[in-house]
């Protein structure tokens, strides 16, 4: 059965409930499309295109991210680190990768995933922070007041939900356009807790807050 959290709330998911060895982290949203009145508003009517990000942390016992990638032009490019993004899509470790960019958030069910293997993740990583941007957000003035139903849930091996945090938007969230929406963290070397975040941050870009983990 299904744990749903609120923010704040969180929930140990243990070897002997669930199959931990596989488990997909599966997120989804949908935009509110804005209504407009008479002809010019049914011409110009086409749903505004919201490219939502899911990027992963992974950190140590230090609670820092210590691997930022190969450096290029002298500073981290991110990219072979400990960054889990759409420049850098599968750890070097081999134990967790998104699967891919969904830039609409059309259709029901996952818009994008991060798999990770539990069971085999080095002990070196305690914590799995998961993040949520819109890319070009503040330029393109789109936050997650628009953002609705959006949701992250885990899924283990075996096709079982174990946990899932809802989280839409309204008018508190105007002008906030990153989110770090939950988190895995190491409780033993079998079992991980889901913590449910959902914390704003007006920055679109997910190095603003990787700034508090290096």
């Not at 931990?20 to 508003?41: A, C």
């Not at 420049?87 to 470790?93: E, G, R, V």
Request: proline share 1%; hydrophobic share 35%.
């Amino acid at each position: 059965m299904t744990v749903s959290l609120k923010k704040g709330q969180g929930v140990s998911l243990k070897k002997e409930d669930f199959d931990l060895s596989k488990v997909t982290i599966g997120l989804g949203w949908d935009v509110n499309e804005e209504k407009k009145d008479g002809l010019l508003g049914f011409l110009s009517s086409k749903q505004e295109e919201y490219d939502l990000d899911v990027v992963a942390f992974l950190i140590g016992e230090n609670g820092k991210v210590n691997d930022l990638g190969a450096t290029e032009n002298g500073r981290p490019s991110l990219k072979n680190g400990d960054v889990i993004f759409f420049n850098s899509l599968k750890h070097h470790s081999g134990q967790i990768w998104l699967t891919g960019d969904n830039r609409t958030g059309d259709g029901d069910g996952d818009d994008e995933q991060i798999i990770v293997n539990l069971n085999a993740l080095p002990d070196k990583f305690v914590k799995i922070l998961f993040v949520v941007q819109i890319y070009e957000g503040k330029s393109r003035k789109q936050d997650f007041s628009k953002v609705q139903n959006a949701f992250i849930r885990a899924v283990d091996a075996k096709g079982r939900e174990m946990v899932r945090f809802d989280l839409s938007g309204d008018s508190s969230y105007s002008n906030y356009c990153s989110l770090t929406f939950a988190e895995l963290v190491r409780e033993s070397k079998e079992n991980w807790k889901f913590n449910a975040i959902g914390n704003p941050h007006e920055e679109s870009s997910f190095v603003y807050i990787l700034r508090n983990y290096t």
